[in-house]
């Protein structure tokens, strides 16, 4: 089976500017997370769906950073205008489902700000 | 809110050697538990999960973990380390609910010598 895919996988942008990632799931994976992990920490969610419906976004920057999975598939994650504490990877993960389903992690966007 | 530590930050071990990577949580009911590896570059792989019943548990690659309740306590083992094992290693720590949510430790990196 397909894997998580991710793209791109290396992104660099100055401060302020915005800057987009794309993550095609698992097919069939009804619930699809995005993580930021900063070098030398544990992954952090930022944002849950289940199916095109937002589950959990309490931990997302919402006046920079917005993700949408319009179509229940594929999701983007928006940042806009980025900050240079942004820097991270970006890792996409998704579920069967919820319910302590295992989640599979695509290779991750790095973000470099300058 | 549930939380994860692993204590170690690095670990080295010989090759052939045994391994035990560290990891407390801290959870009010019988959480899921999972330990991922995360080679340089790459997003994260499942190596073991605990749901319930056994508390022993058999991963991919050789690996085994054990939950202790008492302990607040998911170490992962595996008894004869090979080069290829030197990545980073997370244990994370989902909430017994419908939203599967994961929280991650900060990871520990193991080095492997020849």
């Known amino acids: 089976e397909a894997g998580v895919a991710q793209s791109p996988r290396y992104k660099i942008i100055e401060k302020r500017q915005s800057v987009a990632f794309w993550c095609n799931p698992i097919?069939?994976?009804?619930?699809l997370y995005w993580y930021q992990q900063i070098l030398g920490q544990g992954p952090k969610l930022l944002i849950q769906f289940q199916n095109n419906g937002v589950v959990d976004d309490s931990q997302l920057p919402k006046d920079r950073f917005s993700a949408e999975r319009l179509k229940g598939v594929d999701s983007t994650l928006k940042i806009q205008p980025a900050k240079l504490e942004d820097s991270a990877v970006y890792l996409c993960?998704?579920?069967?489902?919820?319910?302590?389903?295992?989640?599979?992690f695509g290779d991750g966007t790095r973000l470099s700000i300058l | 809110a549930q939380s994860v530590t692993q204590p170690d930050i690095h670990i080295t071990v010989s090759e052939g050697a045994s391994l035990e990577l560290r990891c407390n949580y801290s959870y009010g009911a019988t959480p899921y538990l999972f330990w991922y590896v995360q080679s340089p570059g790459q997003g994260l792989q499942l190596l073991l999960k605990y749901f319930s019943g056994d508390t022993l548990v058999q991963g991919i690659k050789g690996f085994e973990a054990e939950f202790k309740r008492s302990q607040s306590s998911f170490n992962l083992r595996k008894p004869s380390v090979h080069w290829s094992d030197a990545a980073e290693y997370f244990c994370a720590v989902g909430a017994n609910n419908a939203g599967n949510m994961l929280t991650f430790g900060g990871g520990t990196r193991l080095m492997v010598k020849p």
């Open positions: 097919s069939g994976h009804a619930t």
């Open positions: 993960a998704s579920s069967l489902n919820t319910g302590g389903q295992p989640q599979h």
